[in-house]
T-cell receptor
Framework: GAVVSQHPSWVICKSGTSVKIECRSL??????MFWYRQFPKQSLMLMAT?????????EQGVEKDKFLINHASLTLSTLTVTSAHPEDSSFYIC??????????FGPGTRLTVL | DQQVKQNSPSLSVQEGRISILNCDYT??????FLWYKKYPAEGPTFLIS?????DKNEDGRFTVFLNKSAKHLSLHIVPSQPGDSAVYFC???????????FGAGTRLFVKA
């Protein structure tokens, strides 16, 4: 299947700093990428839908100024957690959609905010 | 409002036996259902799917059954292997919709 990468795989940062997570589709172009968040022992929660060249669509309850999403190219979407706080610590997963509407997930990024 | 529910947070099965993971949904518009497998600290990987026009789809050791009238689907793994130990997510989407809605997941333990 198609390959989606995320970088970094884990990051530890101080409270108040910003963290950028990259999501790349390695062998296909993805006009649409999704960002999910997973809390311990909980389901994947869709945060936003990222469309190349346009503004992301955020799910209800997700602060767009807190979680900045940029989908600058057909193979790259970034999620920036601004002014991170301990409650933002989580496992963030992206997925990319192929032209056949198949969804492939990245390996995830573990964020720990101290 | 949980549109996709996996009511069993965990399941323990002996190696070689059948594992049955259940999933219920509430939105009658869903017409495509998927199962994903997830290991700790990794992203989910696609396992098997089923369209609402079918009631069964089989792929090797994995079979998904769909009961539309009951809004219920299940994943059967036969025979279960220790490597199957993971969290399994049920997911649903519908034609024209863009989002895939995930259940809370069921952690499967396969004992050797």
């Amino acid at each position: 299947g198609a390959v989606v990468s995320q970088h970094p795989s884990w990051v530890i940062c101080k409270s108040g700093t910003s963290v950028k997570i990259e999501c790349r589709s390695l062998d296909f172009q993805a006009t649409t990428m999704f960002w999910y968040r997973q809390f311990p022992k909980q389901s994947l929660m869709l945060m936003a839908t990222s469309n190349e060249g346009s503004k992301a669509t955020y799910e209800q309850g997700v602060e767009k100024d807190k979680f900045l999403i940029n989908h600058a190219s057909l193979t790259l979407s970034t999620l920036t957690v601004t002014s991170a706080h301990p409650e933002d610590s989580s496992f963030y997963i992206c997925s990319a959609m192929t032209a056949n509407n198949e969804q492939f997930f990245g390996p995830g990024t573990r964020l720990t905010v101290l | 409002d949980q549109q996709v529910k996996q009511n069993s947070p965990s399941l323990s099965v002996q190696e070689g036996r059948i594992s049955i993971l259940n999933c219920d949904y509430t939105n009658s518009m869903f017409d495509y259902f998927l199962w994903y497998k997830k290991y700790p600290a990794e992203g989910p990987t696609f396992l098997i799917s089923i369209s609402s026009i079918k009631d069964k789809n089989e792929d090797g050791r994995f079979t998904v059954f769909l009961n539309k009238s009951a809004k219920h689907l299940s994943l059967h793994i036969v025979p279960s292997q220790p490597g199957d130990s993971a969290v399994y997510f049920c997911a649903a989407s519908y034609t024209g919709g863009f989002k895939t809605i995930f259940g809370a997941g069921t952690r499967l333990f396969v004992k050797a």
